[in-house]
């Protein structure tokens, strides 16, 4: 199925909290059927939402991760959804904003929905020493590491607190998982297991647990945890003084709101859930959702469950819909009696629905088909194709690719293009221009001081406004820091995509906060600027700043030079694949996370070491701006392959065909190259990746680089590396040679 986006000036700010079960569909349903004029912003404190009903299976080995999990920017990427990764603080109401964790602004709303999710961990004395199975999305990250302490313990003996389906579950995925050895304790504090569910079904799940040796303790309340000094052991404390021992714990117990719903001024229940009309407002505040284990339903009690979360999902849709476009909203009956499939063991279920009380593989197999027909309507998502003109004839042979073009550093004119064009301008340099076209700063005499002075732009490459103030802040910044100069003023130039006015403002608040933030911590002034109005968010900087005596221009390589790369590169292939979907978020995150890096402390790192020849790595890519230092430096240079330190993920996704839409461009430095290694390796291409906020480039004395490296990781710089070398002998100037 192929569906046609089109754009349409947005009017209203539809904000939802959390990836929960019933968002996903909210999500999907407005990509499927855009409504014109409702941004749609999602803020989730994971970039991948587990399906609950699969977790079972993925801890007993039948199901792999990919197969359990929503990729959200995917799927947020086919609605047209902005994504923000982020943890929140609380909810305004009453001025309508959410404040989220990592000292940004808060994000303003229209319309705000929750689905967030529940915590189960223990409020107890120790609590701190048991794994919690809820929120799903943080214990499927720590599963890696938790399955490898498990299994690196011989004989464990595991404590699981809870006495409902998904501990029943947990303990009968760990015996398949773990085997016959370790010895596995569920700790219930009710006189029964599942006390909401029928006498047959519970008998049932007790045979499967007897026959699969795991230890049933009821009326069992847990007060407390503690662990032993000498042995490292856990013991769980009963109320009458009794306990049991154990090297590992799980808490699957019931579900616990949220902090911050109580500190946001919301009416709750007794538990502190949102309580919710039939509608799935909120009481009080009418602009207000809410589904799933964060709601509680008003009038219609009814058992945390994912089946609710579920179901609510269209009607949520629909109501939020209704809303934002002024017409009635749409009642919710939540059923009073679900359909509860228990996993009992690899290919066995039990169901339990009032009189029906049922065992058998046919129900695995029919919970199985459930389960993957509901993942596929987020995992196998339609083509969003954009329109574009038909050029007929000859113009068909000389129209450019209009589609998925990358932001960022991958939306720069490539470098035949700029050399070209700077041919053709007569430019004459004043006497005062110590430096001028082809260094990353402009090294200018005011008379009275010597300044270094630069300016950056891109539109943007991320959903979230602040993240990307900070990249193109510390961008601009990077220019400056690669010449040994101290920046202390920006000025700002702005693009706004046209909107109503209250998401204009709060587009260009979020992304100059996120900017102030990295020029704050630089100590530099924003002193002025200008904005426009344009087609997207786009931003750039021009900064100026103070140089040194010793200025790493890009022509002062010497031969013998240990060339040192601070940060590892491919962010450019992780974008472009996070544009269309082919990244997941996972790897997006990671791609951010190097460009959110500034390159002051490397910058006075090297000055510390003497160096002299210095650049950031950016749109040309790696071996682009190389190219440039060996022809200004007039010497030669030789890279091995295997130093360079490059995200692994991007790798991956240039082998599956993902690229910058710069990346062809930059390939024509391999013109300049020969090759020690085979010419079909992967990561020859990375070389062309072209970078946002990449990493200093440097030429770096021999005598000394062990101790630079050792002072660059230090201070943040994990990847830093020796990738090369400055030739001895030149025998072709600006000639790269790749050895693996």
């Known amino acids: 199925m192929t569906l046609v986006k089109s754009e349409h000036p947005y009017l209203r700010d539809l904000l939802l909290i959390g990836g929960g079960h019933a968002h996903v569909q909210v999500i999907r349903r407005f990509g499927m059927k855009p409504e014109p004029g409702v941004r749609l912003t999602l803020v989730s404190r994971e970039s991948a939402t587990p399906y609950t009903g699969m977790l079972p299976g993925f801890i007993s080995g039948e199901y792999q991760q990919s197969e359990i999990v929503i990729d959200l920017l995917r799927l947020s990427r086919f609605a047209n959804c902005r994504f923000i990764e982020a943890n929140v603080e609380r909810v305004d109401a009453l001025e309508q904003r959410a404040f989220l964790g990592g000292g940004r602004p808060p994000l303003r709303y229209d319309a705000l929905s929750i689905n967030s999710g529940g915590d189960c961990t223990l409020d107890i004395p120790g609590g701190e020493f048991v794994e919690p199975v809820k929120p799903i999305g943080r214990f499927l990250r720590n599963w890696s590491s938790?399955?490898?302490?498990?299994?690196?313990?011989?004989?464990?003996?595991?404590?699981?607190?809870?006495?409902?389906?998904?501990?029943?579950?947990?303990?009968?995925?760990?015996?398949?998982?773990?085997?016959?050895?370790?010895?596995?304790?569920?700790?219930?504090?009710?006189?029964?297991?599942?006390?909401?569910?029928?006498?047959?079904?519970?008998?049932?799940?007790?045979?499967?647990?007897?026959?699969?040796?795991?230890?049933?303790?009821?009326?069992?309340?847990?007060v407390?945890?503690?662990?032993?000094?000498?042995?490292?052991?856990?013991?769980?404390?009963?109320?009458?003084?009794?306990g049991i021992g154990c090297q590992y714990a799980f808490s699957a117990t019931g579900v616990g709101a949220p902090s911050w719903l109580r500190k946001s001024g919301f009416i709750v229940d007794d538990q502190g859930f949102v309580k919710v009309n039939r509608y799935l407002q909120a009481e009080t505040f009418v602009n207000i959702f809410a589904a799933g284990d964060v709601a509680a339903l008003n009038q219609q009690p009814r058992p945390k469950s994912g089946v609710y979360s579920v179901r609510e999902g269209p009607y949520l849709a629909e109501n939020l819909r209704r809303y934002l476009t002024g017409h009635r909203l749409k009642r919710f009956n939540a059923q009073r009696r679900a359909l509860a499939l228990v996993r009992t063991a690899p290919g066995r279920a039990t169901a339990s629905r009032g009189l029906l009380q049922v065992s058998g593989g046919w129900l695995w197999r029919y919970k199985d088909w459930i389960d993957r027909r509901f993942m596929r309507r987020f995992q196998d998502l339609p083509v969003m194709v954009e329109s574009k003109p038909i050029y007929r004839g000859e113009l068909a042979t000389e129209a450019p690719e209009t589609s998925m073009r990358c932001g960022g550093c991958g939306a720069k004119l490539g470098a035949d293009l700029l050399q070209r064009v700077l041919h053709r301008l007569d430019i004459h340099s004043p006497e005062s221009v110590f430096m001028g076209v082809g260094e990353d700063?402009?090294?200018?005499?005011?008379?009275?001081?010597?300044?270094?002075?630069?300016?950056?732009?891109?539109?943007?490459?991320?959903?979230?406004?602040?993240?990307?103030?900070?990249?193109?802040?510390?961008?601009?910044?990077?220019?400056?820091?690669?010449?040994?100069?101290?920046?202390?003023?920006?000025?700002?130039?702005?693009?706004?995509?046209?909107?109503?006015?209250?998401?204009?403002e709060e587009d260009l608040f979020h992304l100059m906060s996120g900017a102030l933030t990295v020029f704050d911590e630089s100590d530099v002034a924003l002193v002025g600027g200008h904005t426009a109005e344009g087609a997207e968010l786009s931003v750039g900087f021009t900064v100026a700043g103070s140089t040194s005596f010793n200025v790493m221009a890009k022509g002062n390589l010497l031969p013998n030079q240990a060339l040192v790369l601070?940060?590892?590169?491919?962010?450019?292939?992780?974008?472009?694949?996070?544009?269309?979907?082919?990244?997941?978020?996972?790897?997006?995150?990671?791609?951010?996370?190097?460009?959110?890096?500034?390159?002051?402390?490397?910058?006075?790192?090297?000055?510390?070491?003497?160096?002299t020849a210095c650049t950031d790595v950016t749109g040309f890519g790696l071996g682009g701006h190389l190219g440039e230092m060996l022809r200004a430096s007039e010497v030669s240079a030789s890279l091995k392959l295997d130093a360079i330190p490059i995200l692994p993920e991007a790798i991956e996704a240039l082998l599956n065909g993902v690229e910058s839409s710069l990346q062809k461009n930059n390939e024509q430095i391999f013109d300049d190259c020969s090759y020690d290694c085979s010419s079909l390796d992967p990561r020859l291409r990375m070389l062309a990746d072209p970078q946002t906020s990449g990493g200093l480039l440097a030429g770096v004395d021999r005598d000394y680089v062990d101790s630079c490296l050792h002072d660059l990781r230090r201070f943040g710089y994990a990847a830093a590396q020796v990738i090369g070398?400055?030739?001895?002998?030149?025998?072709?100037?600006?000639?790269i040679t790749i050895q693996s």
């Open 566 to 611: 601070t940060k590892p590169i491919g962010v450019g292939t992780l974008l472009a694949g996070g544009m269309d979907g082919r990244c997941d978020a996972h790897a997006v995150e990671t791609a951010l996370r190097v460009m959110d890096r500034s390159n002051a402390a490397g910058m006075q790192i090297f000055a510390d070491y003497d160096v």
């Open 146 to 222: 938790t399955f490898t302490s498990l299994t690196s313990i011989s004989k464990p003996h595991i404590a699981i607190i809870g006495g409902g389906p998904g501990s029943v579950e947990l303990a009968l995925a760990l015996r398949h998982r773990l085997g016959d050895e370790s010895e596995i304790s569920l700790i219930s504090r009710a006189n029964v297991l599942m006390p909401d569910h029928g006498r047959i079904a519970r008998r049932h799940v007790e045979t499967e647990l007897q026959n699969h040796r795991v230890h049933v303790v009821c009326n069992f309340n847990v």
């Open 441 to 504: 700063a402009a090294v200018v005499n005011m008379g009275s001081a010597t300044m270094a002075i630069s300016c950056d732009g891109f539109r943007a490459m991320v959903d979230d406004p602040w993240r990307f103030g900070r990249i193109a802040a510390h961008h601009a910044l990077n220019d400056l820091y690669a010449m040994n100069s101290e920046p202390s003023v920006a000025i700002a130039l702005v693009t706004v995509p046209f909107m109503s006015e209250n998401l204009m």
């Open 725 to 735: 070398a400055v030739d001895t002998n030149t025998t072709r100037v600006g000639q």
């Open 224 to 242: 407390a945890i503690s662990r032993e000094v000498d042995s490292g052991e856990l013991v769980v404390s009963n109320e009458d003084g009794t």
